[in-house]
């Protein structure tokens, strides 16, 4: 049995995981040296740990009460010797072996027989490890795509021939959760892909037995996880593709392999701006993944699918009538409170929310259900404005419900 602790620690750019994981390995009655069977399972257990991050390794040995005190706890320090001197071909770190020796009686119990659960070694490797958390901010992409877009998650691994997930794919699965969690409306298909097939799946389209059931094993180990973190399961969908769509075609090197083994995401539906037809009159909805060049109201071209996503709620919904508000970060406590005005910014932000209107206006909504105003930083969502990403939320378009 496998037990994992972490512990999260903020930093500026990084976030800092310090794990202990552990795992038991059980033996035979006055049985010490580890057999092959149970080699493989420690060498599994190890396949997914760095070796030049780990920190510290405890091994501690146990056995029952069968035989004398000072037999047990001899036969415990064997235990621990033993898988020591296994480990330290993989690792150099200090090794620390603890021989702990009987475990208490149960109550009912066999003095012949003793206690299996008892006779055990446990092994803890505690890491720290840094995280990049810019490796995730390209997922923020799937919030404006559209419907049938894909994207490839980047940092997903799983141990060798399995669909069991390496550790460092958790942060990734993890800020999928909380994009899925923070839009509502985003619904997925999730594909899985194998590397190494033959020709012959290529070529017919029909995937082998043992690349269908790999690659949708793993594609569902992805659904079941996003599950577990509470996306509800009727957003989800999955299905293994096996070898039948490499990226590239014939394999020639490991970084081809690599390629096509990989997990997509197929967006099913994704339009958050449809809640306009949901909310009340005088309420707002804030546009994602809108942008401009520093000082300039034209939006940048990364903007588009949002702006088209805007478009195809309205004209999905023609008795709505809204109006297009611009507002901007970094200005004064006295811009908020109405003391003073910036002409700047009330400026900046009217052309921008106008910019909008008028492309909405160009792609087929009429302009009577359309208005636009620039309230510059009098209604910013954060002040005072501490970090980047507050002057972000700040720097935003709103889209207000006028009638419906």
């Not at 510290?56 to 064997?78: C, E, M, P, Q, W």
């Not at 720290?128 to 810019?134: E, M, N, V």
């Not at 298909?189 to 094993?217: F, P, R």
């Not at 970094?330 to 910014?345: A, L």
Request: glycine share 4%; aromatic share 8%.
């Amino acid at each position: 049995m496998r037990y994992l602790l972490l512990l999260f620690v903020s930093a500026i750019s990084f976030s800092q995981e310090t794990s202990i994981d552990s795992i038991n390995i059980y033996y035979s009655t006055a049985k010490y040296v580890l057999n092959d069977v149970q080699k493989e399972e420690l060498l599994y257990f190890l396949s997914d740990k760095d070796s030049s991050l780990t920190e510290h390794i405890t091994i501690k040995g146990y056995t029952d009460f069968v035989g004398s005190i000072r037999y047990n706890t001899k036969l415990a320090k064997l235990r621990t010797s033993n898988v020591a001197d296994f480990m330290a071909t993989k690792y150099n770190s200090t090794i620390e072996e603890v021989a702990i020796g009987e475990l208490e009686k149960p109550y009912n119990y066999s003095l012949t027989d003793g206690v299996q659960e008892h006779r055990k070694t446990t092994i803890s490797i505690r890491s720290t490890i840094k995280l990049d958390d810019s490796k995730y901010t390209y997922l923020q992409k799937i919030d404006s795509l559209k419907e049938g877009d894909k994207i490839r998650l980047r940092n997903i691994n799983f141990k060798l021939a399995t669909a069991d997930l390496t550790k460092s794919s958790v942060p990734e699965l993890d800020k999928l959760a909380t994009i899925m969690a923070n839009n509502e409306n985003l619904d997925i298909a999730i594909e899985g892909h194998v590397c190494c097939g033959a020709d012959k799946e290529v070529k017919t389209q029909k995937m082998t037995y043992e690349n269908e059931w790999l690659s949708n094993k793993r594609a569902k180990t992805i659904h079941d996880y996003l599950i577990s973190k509470g996306i509800d399961s009727i957003r989800l969908q999955h299905k293994g593709y096996g070898f039948t769509n490499p990226l590239i075609y014939p394999e020639e090197s490991e970084t081809d392999r690599y390629q096509n083994r990989r997990i997509e995401l197929s967006v099913i539906s994704n339009n958050h701006l449809e809640q306009l037809n949901k909310i009340e009159i005088g309420e707002s909805v804030t546009l994602r993944n809108i942008s401009f060049e520093w000082g300039k109201a034209e939006p940048t071209t990364d903007s588009f699918p949002e702006i088209m996503n805007l478009y195809k709620a309205l004209d999905n919904f023609p008795d709505l009538n809204v109006e297009i508000q611009g507002h901007v970060c970094c200005g004064k406590e006295s811009y908020t409170t109405g003391e003073k005005k910036s002409h700047h910014n009330h400026t900046l932000s009217n052309n921008r929310a106008h910019n909008i209107e008028k492309k909405l206006i160009a792609l087929g909504i009429d302009a009577e259900r359309l208005s636009h105003k620039g309230l510059g930083f009098s209604q910013p969502k954060i002040f005072p404005e501490k970090t980047s990403e507050d002057r972000h939320i700040n720097r935003r378009i709103e889209v207000v419900l006028l009638s419906k």
